[in-house]
């Protein structure tokens, strides 16, 4: 069965600081991943997705996120952090159940930004 | 615009009272799921629906019941809720499953 694994449950940036928000992730196959943000009282926002091609994959409000076959991992970043990046942000990996595809998520990581 | 609805947004009942939260989608997907959302434990799977009259069990099904008569609506069913089902519960809706999710707004459910 498919995993993924959010070590962190919070990170605080200073605001103008690069943030990282880490996942790593299991799965049988080509590996299918996602990046969503969920501001307080929301439902979850899609930010980015990688499916296939550029390890570097650019997203909605200045992400992007660093695919990396050989470590698992799917880091979601941002060069510059603002405040209203403040969120709940939860990593997914696309699977199988059975014979029918599914998200998996995280656990999610809240982050931080302080002013 | 394309959304997914959800209602009630907030909801207070007691146990065993019957209670059913509506989900409602715009874009004509094929797939929509429901997902409760607790703390230290992300979004579990609770059912999902590959088409009209197709459902199935997700990772937390007990509990719950779901139907699907009608391709935009997703209704979520407690029959006899408990205190352990309280909870923020989430609709999705995608035009696969695995594919990019478009969430509603979330119900809060506390069983008291």
């Known amino acids: 069965a498919q995993s993924v694994a959010q070590p962190e449950d919070q990170v605080n940036v200073a605001e103008g600081n690069p943030l990282t928000v880490k996942c790593t992730y299991s799965v049988s196959g080509n590996p299918y991943l996602f990046w969503y943000v969920q501001y307080p009282n929301r439902g979850l926002q899609f930010l980015l997705k990688?499916?296939?091609?550029?390890?570097l994959v650019k997203g909605s409000y200045g992400f992007e996120a660093e695919f990396n076959k050989s470590q698992t991992s799917f880091h979601l970043k941002k060069p510059s952090a603002l405040v209203s990046d403040s969120a709940l942000y939860f990593c997914?990996?696309?699977?199988?159940?059975?014979?029918?595809?599914?998200?998996?998520f995280g656990s999610g990581t809240q982050l931080t930004v302080l002013p | 615009e394309a959304q997914v609805t959800q209602n009630p947004r907030y909801l207070i009942t007691v146990t065993g009272k019957k209670l059913t939260v509506t989900c409602s989608q715009n874009m004509n997907h094929e797939y929509m799921s429901w997902y409760r959302q607790d703390p230290g434990l992300g979004l579990r799977q609770i059912y999902y629906?590959?088409?009209?009259?197709?459902?199935d069990k997700g990772d937390v099904p007990e509990g719950y019941k779901v139907s699907r008569k009608e391709k935009r609506n997703f209704p979520l069913i407690l029959e006899s809720p408990s205190p352990n089902q309280t909870s923020l519960y989430f609709c999705a809706s995608s035009s696969g499953g695995g594919d990019t999710q478009y969430f509603g707004p979330g119900t809060r459910l506390t069983v008291l």
């Open positions: 629906s590959m088409n009209v009259e197709v459902t």
């Open positions: 990688y499916i296939t091609g550029d390890n």
């Open positions: 997914a990996v696309r699977g199988y159940r059975g014979s029918a595809r599914q998200l998996t």
